[in-house]
């Protein structure tokens, strides 16, 4: 069973998400504020975390960059009532994991959930496979075949990031937000030139494909 946490400083919010959670087999621990969020944090092991923004004594942001700071790589899924572009690339910068704005689609949180939870567990193996095709983060490689590419970072967190959620479309800005500095001053046509870049490399690959979803970004499609 996952243990999640759900952090929100409105009480009614929180009764709701623990009831959905738990209808669908998760175990919830609550807390009000960001300073609760540490000391649950502490005593328990925690899967992944709901984290509102706005909360009294400890903001969500400043819980996130706690988190961060301490070495955590906990999901963190922010759900919140503050939709500025400023305050969605904030989060992915502090190091959220995933951003929903309220009210939000309670199938499609626990489909976030549970995408966030996968992902997590590819993250502590380090390693994804996609067909014939496998991904090792640590040395930032792509073996098929025995033959081993060694990619550029960003360029494999781009690809490990994709294949990690095939069939989902990515945002040009989502992934500059999540892989490239806040004060770096590339921009979002930088993402053309790795998508670009992969897409040459493994044009014969036959076991995935990256795809460009029109006006909208990118996503990876699995043939296997």
């Not at 075949?145 to 479309?169: A, C």
């Amino acid at each position: 069973m996952f243990n999640i946490l759900v952090a929100d400083d409105q009480e009614h919010i929180r009764r709701l998400y623990e009831f959905t959670l738990e209808k669908n087999g998760y175990k919830t621990f609550a807390a009000e504020n960001g300073e609760q969020v540490l000391e649950i944090m502490s005593e328990e092991r925690i899967d992944l975390v709901i984290l509102d923004v706005m909360m009294p004594k400890m903001d969500g942001y400043e819980t996130l960059k706690a988190l961060r700071e301490s070495g955590s790589d906990v999901p963190v899924l922010i759900i919140t009532a503050k939709d500025a572009s400023e305050d969605v690339r904030r989060s992915f910068v502090l190091g959220t994991d995933d951003y929903m704005t309220k009210p939000v689609d309670e199938i499609e949180m626990l489909l976030r959930i549970k995408a966030l939870l996968r992902r997590s567990k590819i993250s502590e193996e380090k390693r994804l496979t996609v067909g014939g095709t496998e991904l090792v983060y640590d040395s930032f490689t792509v073996i098929r075949g025995g033959e081993t590419t060694v990619l550029p970072r960003k360029e494999f967190q781009i690809l490990f990031k994709l294949l990690s959620y095939p069939n989902k479309t990515f945002t040009r800005q989502s992934i500059m937000d999540e892989f490239w500095d806040m004060s770096s001053d590339s921009e979002a046509r930088t993402v053309d030139v790795h998508i670009n870049r992969l897409r040459e490399r493994f044009k014969d690959n036959p076991d995935f494909s990256i795809v460009t979803v029109r006006g909208l970004g990118y996503k990876a499609i699995k043939n296997v």
